[in-house]
C-alpha cells in the first residue's frame, strides 16, 4: 500500500528537525567553543551527533519518506529518477520547515541559561567560512568541500539503497559516511552537504551566516546531480532491474 503524501511530509519534517536539533545542538551546546579547546565533544563528537541522527531517523522513518532529511538528497534522488517532482517539492518543503523549526528549537534552550546567551556570528552550529570562522578557509576551498562531499554522499545513499546495494544496512552506510564527511569539512565549512540544515541556524544566527547560506545552497545541490551523474553511470539500468 502506497504511503500517504502527508504522512511523508510529516516524517521528512520529524526527520530534519531531529537532524538539526542534534547534530547543530551538539555543536552549539556540547562542543567545544574551538576546535582548539579539549572540552566539550570536539570534532570527533560533534561528528558523530549528525551521523548518528541520520542512522536512528534511517531507520524510524525510512520505511515512510525514505528518510531523505536533506533538499540535496532529495534533489540528487529526483535526478536519478527514484522520486517524483511532486513528492520532491513535497520533501523539500517539510525539510526546510522542519529545519527552521529544530533551529528555533535550539535557539530557545540556549536563550535559557541562567546567565545570559549572547549570539554571536555564525551561532547555534551555522556554517560559514573566511576570517573568523573555524580555521579561515577561503570561499573557493569551501565550495569545493561541500561540493565533492556531497556528490560522495548522494553516490554512496543511491548505491545503497539500490537493488544490487545492502538495503538492511544501507541506514549504517550513510550515517558512517556522513560522520567521515563531517571530520573532514567542520574545520572547513562546520559541514553542511544539506541546505535545511544550513538554513535554519542561519536564519536565527543573521549577519554572516546568513549572507553566506547561499553557498550551502548551490554547492550541495550541484554535488548531489554529479553523485547522482556517477550512480547512473557506474549502475546500468540492467543491474539496477
Known amino acids: 500500500m502506497e504511503t500517504k503524501i502527508s504522512s511523508k511530509f510529516i516524517a521528512e519534517l520529524i526527520g530534519t528537525f531531529g537532524l538539526v536539533l542534534f547534530g547543530c545542538g551538539a555543536a552549539a551546546i556540547a562542543g567545544a567553543d574551538t576546535l582548539a579547546e579539549t572540552s566539550g ?3 570527533l563528537g560533534i ?3 549528525f551521523g548518528l ?4 531517523f534511517a531507520y524510524a522513518i525510512g520505511g515512510i519518506s525514505g528518510c531523505h532529511i536533506n533538499p540535496a538528497v532529495t534533489i540528487g534522488v529526483l535526478a536519478a529518477g527514484r522520486i517524483s517532482t511532486k513528492d520532491a517539492l513535497v520533501y ?5 520547515i522542519g529545519g527552521i523549526l529544530g533551529a528555533f528549537v535550539l535557539k530557545t534552550i540556549l536563550s535559557g541559561q541562567i546567565n545570559g546567551f549572547e549570539a554571536g556570528e555564525w551561532a547555534f552550529g551555522s556554517n560559514g567560512w ?4 573555524q580555521n579561515e578557509y577561503s570561499m573557493t576551498a569551501a565550495f569545493i568541500v561541500e561540493t565533492i562531499l556531497t556528490a560522495i554522499f548522494l553516490f554512496i545513499i543511491l548505491a545503497t539503497t539500490s537493488k544490487v546495494g545492502n538495503g538492511t544496512m544501507a541506514g549504517l552506510a550513510i550515517g558512517f559516511t556522513l560522520v567521515l564527511i ?3 569539512a567542520i574545520p572547513v565549512t562546520g559541514t553542511s552537504v544539506n541546505p535545511a540544515r544550513s ?3 542561519a536564519i536565527f544566527a543573521g549577519g554572516q551566516a546568513l549572507s553566506q547560506v547561499w553557498l550551502f545552497f548551490v ?3 550541484m554535488g548531489a546531480v554529479i553523485g547522482s551523474v556517477l550512480w547512473r553511470i557506474t549502475h546500468t539500468d540492467k543491474t539496477d532491474d
Open 41 to 43: 565533544l570536539g570534532l
Open 219 to 221: 554547492a550541495p545541490i
Open 53 to 56: 541522527s541520520v542512522v536512528v
Open 92 to 96: 523539500i518543503a517539510a525539510q526546510i
Open 199 to 201: 538554513l535554519g541556524p
Open 182 to 184: 563531517h571530520l573532514v
Open 47 to 49: 561528528s558523530f551527533a
Open 130 to 133: 573566511g576570517e573568523g570562522y
